[in-house]
């Protein structure tokens, strides 16, 4: 049988096996590993267990995981395929965490990118505003706030508040005239000389 161009003796464990039990080598006559697919894993794991336990390192245990699965070292749960990004470099084709951990951990990292704080941080400055936007004091915070010029975190404010703050580019004279404006005080500029406005005090 072993001389059947369907099938190969493993040299380790010695049992005949389909030729697909078999990864690919080029440097072999026959294109083929001497070592079945099967052998080759218990090995790596072997090696993989030895070189964690010399370095101090825990050792992951393997975790049985159905087909069209993968385990999220990051959060501990196997999920399907599609809740993972692709990945065309990996060996299975798929990101080293799932979709979610990719995004809290891209959150995380933007946050302390950005605006120097840890989650932690963001958390406690919105516990510290009573868990509302401490513009509105209404809706919840979402969206860190500091100023442009200088980077210092001011608040945490809700979507509406921030693009608000945005749209005003953070000038608190026009800020001031908008207040006027909405509660009905005066506030058109008075035309005193060409391109020269009076602006209400």
């Known amino acids: 049988m072993a001389g059947e161009p369907d099938a190969k003796q493993c040299r380790k464990c010695k049992r005949v096996l389909p030729l697909a039990a078999f990864a690919r080598d080029r440097n072999r006559r026959d294109g083929l590993q001497v070592h079945c697919r099967e052998c080759v894993a218990e090995y790596s794991a072997a090696h993989y267990r030895r070189r964690r336990e010399v370095m101090g390192k825990p050792v992951r ?8 699965h993968k385990l999220c070292r990051t959060c501990g749960e196997i999920k399907p395929h599609s809740e993972w990004h692709r990945n065309a470099s990996a060996s299975d084709g798929l990101s080293t965490r799932c979709k979610a951990c990719r995004a809290a951990q891209g959150r995380e990292l933007h946050l302390k990118r950005q605006y120097g704080l840890t989650q932690a941080e963001r958390d406690e400055l919105i516990a510290s505003q009573g868990g509302v936007c401490c513009v509105c004091l209404a809706a919840p915070p979402a969206h860190v ?34 207040a006027a404006y909405v509660e009905g005080t005066s506030w058109k500029p008075t035309l005193v000389a060409p391109g020269v406005y009076l602006l209400p005090s």
Request: proline content about 5%; charged content about 30%.
């Open 61 to 68: 245990e393997k975790v049985e995981v159905p087909a069209g």
């Open 145 to 178: 706030d500091h100023c442009h010029e200088t980077g210092r975190v001011r608040g945490v404010l809700c979507f509406s508040c921030n693009a608000a703050l945005g749209q005003f580019k953070d000038r608190p004279d026009v800020i001031r005239r908008a």
